[in-house]
DNA sequence: TTTATACTGGACAACTTTATCCAGTATCTC
DNA sequence: GAGATACTGGATAAAGTTGTCCAGTATAAA
């Protein structure tokens, strides 16, 4: 559904978002994410031309999230790392003479659609709000000593 | 949202539930549904693997649909040649002591989830069946809509 | 100013996906 | 049976994605 380079952007952007106290060194960040390291670095620059994020060198530096978590939707993260679901305008057969798309297109491009509607509908701030005790990035949120359940699955 | 691979083999699909009269060679396939004869060819072999097409060799041989075309539906062909998107089951970060998914991961899952349930929602007969007199495949159907020109079919 | 820190950018390597080609084999028609 | 047709499977190559490494450079702190 989304690239590996698209679930470490995700990730990454999630980190930022939990840690906006002080820029976060790369390898903070990889170790926070279990992203590879030297990756990582590639897709945080992404993000910094992306401006979802900046950059500070020099001691102390690292990365911070440019803008507030409720202001950033997952769909922005993926796009400024070239990871989301792209829309199909033209149809892929090279076929020009006709308005819209066939069928099968039509059906493709609804399904990229609804997770374009998805990942716009989600901000970081919303990834990162607890629910059920989970915080984001998988862990478990070790204060609230849940009572580990399976009912969070559908 | 969907690899090369997975929206060569609907193509195929396509072409096969709409003739279903005599067995389709690869080159005609290929023709019809402009993929790339020889990787086409293996794409048709997963597909007969996957029980979507059989195939018969030799003269007036090829490939023919194995089912009613509205038995089958658009996820069972991508399943096939393994290009459907992937449930998240477990936590991408390798991290066991919880149960379920953290908001990152059931987010991108529930966009997941909504694109099998759009996937096995459509048949082949879904997309066969003209629409707006569009035809599947991007091709218009010449009896109902623009005003047909020589030359753009090949 | 010196030093340590940490991002930047480029080169490169590993891996996966996509694509091509061909000899081999099965099957149909005559 | 002979010949033509057309799938099968393997080898191989091209292209894209993912991942590593390192020298260069900017910055903060002492």
Same mark, same amino acid.
């Given at each position: 559904m989304i690239s590996s380079t698209g679930e470490y952007a995700l990730r990454a952007a999630v980190y930022l978002a939990q840690h906006r106290d002080a820029p976060q060194t790369t390898a903070k960040i990889a170790e926070g994410t279990k992203v590879p390291a030297g990756y990582l670095s590639k897709i945080l620059q992404q993000l910094v031309r992306g401006e979802i994020a900046s950059s500070l060198r020099g001691a102390h530096g690292g990365f911070v999230l440019l803008h507030d978590p409720d202001a950033v939707t997952v769909w922005d993260v993926l796009t400024a790392v070239g990871a989301a679901p792209e829309r199909i305008e033209t149809c892929p057969l090279g076929? #020009?003479?006709? #308005?819209g798309l066939c069928p099968v297109h039509r059906l493709v491009d609804d399904a990229v659609a609804e997770a374009q509607r998805c990942f716009s509908s989600a901000t970081l701030a919303t990834l990162v709000s607890s629910v059920d005790g989970m915080t984001a990035l998988c862990e478990v949120a070790p204060a609230l000593g849940l009572p580990a359940r399976g009912g969070s699955r559908r």
């Open positions: 076929i #020009e003479r006709h #308005e």
